[in-house]
Nanobody
């Protein structure tokens, strides 16, 4: 079972990035896919989540209206579209899978390796 997060990089404030989370090794049709992030010196925090099979999505207040989660079932991939990026969005972003509909980090069973997002001011 593997989750592979990718798509991070350096972007200026106000710009956009799209992160990908590719799943392999099993079918995640009944799983929740969550995105988390960890900034330097801070604890990892919840960003958003979706059900692999569809809506609803749910977002942290800090990203609501700027970030959007979508999925491509044919590619077994979930995306995190990040718009209007701010310097405070700088972090390592992780995707994770849970058998529960949850925002709690400890309830996610599988984790990707993380991808760095840096937003310059």
């Amino acid at each position: 079972v593997q989750l592979q997060a990718s798509g991070g990089g350096l972007v200026q404030a106000g710009g956009s990035l799209r992160l990908s989370c590719a799943a392999s090794g099993r079918t995640f049709s009944s799983y929740t896919i969550g995105w988390f992030r960890q900034a330097p010196g801070k604890e990892r925090e919840f960003v958003g989540r979706c059900l692999w099979s569809g809506v609803p999505t749910y977002y942290a207040d800090s990203v609501k209206g700027r970030f959007t989660i979508s999925r491509d079932n044919a590619k077994n991939t979930v995306y995190l579209q990040m718009n209007s990026l701010k310097p405070e969005d700088t972090a390592v972003y992780y995707c994770a899978a849970s058998q529960r509909i949850t925002t709690k980090e400890g309830q996610y069973d599988y984790w990707g390796q993380g991808t760095q997002v840096t937003v310059s001011s």
